[in-house]
C-alpha cells in the first residue's frame, strides 16, 4: 500500500465508514466490506464470515487474481463451505476463540502453528495462499459478530503500524456490520408478520396450498426476466403476497360461493381491491407502499377492461401488471372447489392468448422467458419464504 500520509489514511477510514453506513442490503454490505479492505490493504483476496451462535457461516469470497482467470460461479461452487464449527482448529475459529488478530504471514507453516488448513482448494483453482490475516469484527457491545480473513499482503500490512489500520478499518466495518444484522433481524421480523397477515387472506377464501409463495416467487423471476433492478424484484417478492389482503373484508357467502357469482355479488367481490389498498394506504415503508399498489391494480387489464379504475396499459403500474400474470397463472394451475387444475402447458398457452388483452405483452413475454424456472418452482413445491 506504499506509505499513505496520514491525512490520506484518514480520508480512506472515514470514506469506508461512509461508504458502507449507506449500504442497506446485507449481502452487498458484506461484499462491500470484503472489496473495501481488499483494496485499503492491498489484499490479493478476502472472505467474510458471521458467526452464529457456536458456528460461523460463510458468507463471502473475492479473489481478484482469480476472478480474472476463472467465472465466479466456478470459484464460489468448490470454495462454498456454508457453516464450520467454531474451534482452535481453523484460523478463523482461533480469531474468534481468542478474540485478536491472527496473523500469518508464511503460509507454509501454518500447521506448526497448530492449525489445520485445507490446501485442496488453492490446488484445485491453481493458487497459492502465501499469506493470510483473520481479523475479529467486534460489535459496539464487544461481542464477536464475524471474522473477516485477508489473504495474500503486502509485507508492511504485518508491520505493527499495518496491523494498526487492519484493525481500524476493520472497526468501522464491525460497526456497519453489526447495523446490518439488525436491520437484516428486523427486516425478517417485518416480513414474517406480513406473510402471516397475508396468510390471513388466504385462509379465508380457502386457498388452497402456497398460493401466495408460488405467485410472489413467479412474480419475482418475471421482474428479474424485465431486469429490474434486484432490489425491485425482492421488493416484489414481499410485498405480493398480501394482493389480495382486502378479501378480509368480503362476506364469506360471496368470498366461498361455490357457483358463479351475480352481478351484484361481483361488484362487491371487486371491492377486495380497493379495501386492500385501504389497508395498506399511508405507509411510509417502500414496501407496503409496492403492496398497495399492488393489492390496488393487481385486476386491472392491460386492455383496460379491468377493476376498480380500469387503467390501460402503461397507466397501470408495472409491479401490478407483472403480479397479474402471476396470479392468474398460479390460479390456473391450482385446483379450486369449482375447477380442476389445468396443465402448465394449457395455462402457459391461455396467459400467451391474453398477450395484449389481459397482460402486458413484455410482461408475458418476460413470464414465456422463465417458464423453464417457473416449471421447476412448481416441480419442487416445498418452497420457502
Ligand atoms: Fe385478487
Ligand atoms: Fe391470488
Known sequence: ??????????????GIGLLLASEKNLHKLLEKIVEEEMNFTNAEGGSLYIRRGKYLI??????????????????????????????????????????????????????????????????????????????????????????????????????????????????????????????????????????????VAEFKDRETGDHIKRMSRVSMYIAETLKHDPDFSELILYASPMHDIGKVAIPD???????KLTEEEFEIMKTHTTIGGEILENADTELLKVARVIALYHHEKFDGTGYPEGLKGENIPTEARIVAVADVFDALVSKR????????????????????????????????????KIIDLYEHSDIRS
Not at 1 to 14: E, F
Not at 356 to 369: I, M, T
Request: net charge positive.
Open 1 to 14: 500500500m506504499g506509505k499513505p500520509k496520514y491525512q490520506d489514511i484518514l480520508d480512506r477510514l472515514v
Open 58 to 199: 460463510f458468507m463471502v469470497f473475492r479473489n481478484r487474481i482469480l476472478e480474472n482467470k476463472l467465472p465466479r460461479d466456478t470459484i464460489l461452487k468448490r470454495i462454498k463451505k456454508s457453516k464450520f464449527e467454531i474451534n482452535e482448529k481453523s484460523i478463523a475459529g482461533a480469531c474468534v476463540k481468542r478474540g485478536e488478530i491472527i496473523s500469518i504471514r508464511d503460509m507454509s507453516r501454518v500447521e506448526e502453528l497448530g492449525f489445520s488448513y485445507d490446501r485442496s482448494i488453492d490446488r484445485e483453482l491453481g493458487y497459492e495462499t502465501k499469506s493470510l490475516l483473520a481479523i475479529p469484527l467486534k460489535s459496539p457491545e464487544g461481542e464477536i459478530i464475524g471474522v473477516l480473513q485477508l489473504i495474500n499482503l503486502p509485507q508492511e500490512s504485518f508491520t505493527e503500524e499495518g496491523l494498526r489500520l487492519v484493525r481500524a478499518t476493520a472497526a468501522q466495518a464491525a460497526i456497519s456490520l453489526s447495523n446490518g444484522l439488525l436491520l437484516d433481524e428486523l427486516k425478517k421480523a417485518q416480513l414474517d408478520t406480513i406473510y402471516r397477515l397475508a396468510k
Open 253 to 259: 357467502h360471496i368470498l366461498l360461493k361455490p357457483a
Open 337 to 372: 372447489p369449482y375447477k380442476a387444475p389445468w396443465p402448465p402447458d394449457e395455462a402457459l398457452k391461455y396467459i400467451v392468448s391474453q398477450k395484449g388483452k389481459h397482460f402486458d405483452p413484455e410482461v408475458v413475454k418476460a413470464f414465456v422467458d422463465s417458464y423453464e
